[in-house]
Structure formats: structure tokens, C-alpha cells
């Protein structure tokens, strides 16, 4: 048990509440670690970097998973907007509003899509707005 009487897996003992997501990132960047706390913070996910991947959660990602975040459910692997989309529905922010909105609006997976391509594409200049030391620079 946890100090906060959750088991290893994140269940509330006595509870029967499935485990949090886990929020996959690239823990070596900066504005992807920003953006995995804010998430954190604001909702129920456990926070998965790349680093930490155990074979079991490898398994279930695409082989190319480097290549964005994803986010694992009991049931479901969502990768790159699908899985920024599920987890901003999941946050106790306005932006789950707009993202069941969104989910409503004809083709908008392929902007969903181009959009997150866009922003990962430029994460060295998101990051001078947003950022926080990754994990896998703290520990070399």
C-alpha cells in the first residue's frame, strides 16, 4: 500500500475504481513534461515517461511510439491528438467542455491530427513559454 491507502496499481483499497491513466511523454523534453503535469495536476492520470516504460505498457504502444504522447485506459491505447483530446476531456478544466465539443465536429480527427503534428513540431519553441526540467535530465 501507498501512504495514501492506494495499492501499487493506484486502486483505492476497498474501492472498485479502475487505475488512473497513464499519460505517456517524452520525459527528455521540456514542454512535454510541462505539459504531463499540467494534466496531472488538474486530473486522475499516472504520468508514464518514455524512460519509465515497463514491457507490459510497451507492448500495447506502436512501435514508432517515440513519436508522440498516448495515453493508456484498461481498454484503450489513444496516440498523438487522440490521446491529448481523451485527456483533456478528463481534466477538471473548461477545456473538457471544448474537447467533447470538438469531438462533435465533423473530419476532426485530421485536425486534431495536423494540430497536434504542428505543436509537437515545434516544441523547442513551445517550451520557452511552457516548460519544467524533465525527469530524464534530473537524474544524469
Not at 10 to 18: A, L
Not at 63 to 81: K, M, Q
Not at 103 to 113: D, L, S
Amino acid at each position: 500500500m501507498t501512504p495514501s491507502g492506494a495499492d501499487a496499481a493506484g486502486i483505492e483499497s476497498g474501492s472498485s475504481q479502475r487505475p488512473a491513466p497513464r499519460l505517456v511523454y517524452d520525459d527528455d523534453c521540456g514542454f512535454c513534461t510541462w505539459c504531463a503535469a499540467f494534466a496531472a495536476e488538474r486530473g486522475e492520470f499516472e504520468l508514464v515517461g518514455f524512460e519509465e516504460l515497463t514491457p507490459d505498457q510497451l507492448a500495447r504502444l506502436p512501435d514508432d511510439y517515440e513519436e508522440c504522447a498516448h495515453l493508456l485506459t484498461d481498454d484503450r491505447v489513444y496516440s498523438c491528438g487522440a490521446a491529448i483530446e481523451e485527456a483533456m476531456s478528463r481534466v477538471e478544466t473548461p477545456s473538457r467542455y471544448l474537447a467533447a465539443a470538438f469531438q462533435q465536429v465533423p473530419g476532426n480527427e485530421t485536425v486534431r491530427e495536423s494540430l497536434y503534428r504542428e505543436v509537437a513540431d515545434r516544441r523547442a519553441l513551445f517550451g520557452k513559454l511552457a516548460s519544467r526540467e524533465p525527469p530524464a535530465r534530473r537524474n544524469s
